[in-house]
């Protein structure tokens, strides 16, 4: 059974930075792409960044050059460092593959204030 575990959103200040992690299960973690998503009131959720299994990366442009996609195999740990967060990244963060699964996680909030 897959299981998607996002954690470490939380409240920061414009051009603060938070850290998300999502433990993946239920998956073989070091074959999977992976990718964070994240869905703002009212809006669709969209797609920020992936990575492959080989480590490469691609970013949403609205995020490039702030947000860094990264994974620890050894971990089934899938993160994403935010810097320099702005009011517009506020947002519930999921985390899923690129072509989703259809089961997603609780996501964890993101809130950046002015």
């Known amino acids: 059974q897959v299981q998607l575990v996002e954690s470490g959103g939380g409240l920061v200040q414009a051009g603060g930075s938070l850290r998300l992690s999502c433990a993946a299960s239920g998956i073989i973690f070091r074959i999977s792409p992976m990718a964070w998503y994240r869905q703002a009131p009212g809006k669709q959720r969209e797609l920020v960044a992936v990575i492959t299994s080989g480590g490469t990366t691609n970013y949403a442009e609205s995020v490039k050059g702030r947000f860094t996609i990264s994974r620890d195999n050894a971990k089934n740990t899938v993160y994403l460092q935010m810097n320099s967060l702005k009011p517009e990244d506020t947002a519930v963060y999921y985390c899923?593959?690129?072509?989703?699964?259809?089961?997603w996680g609780q996501g964890t909030q993101v809130t950046v204030s002015l």
């Open positions: 899923n593959q690129p072509i989703p699964l259809s089961t």
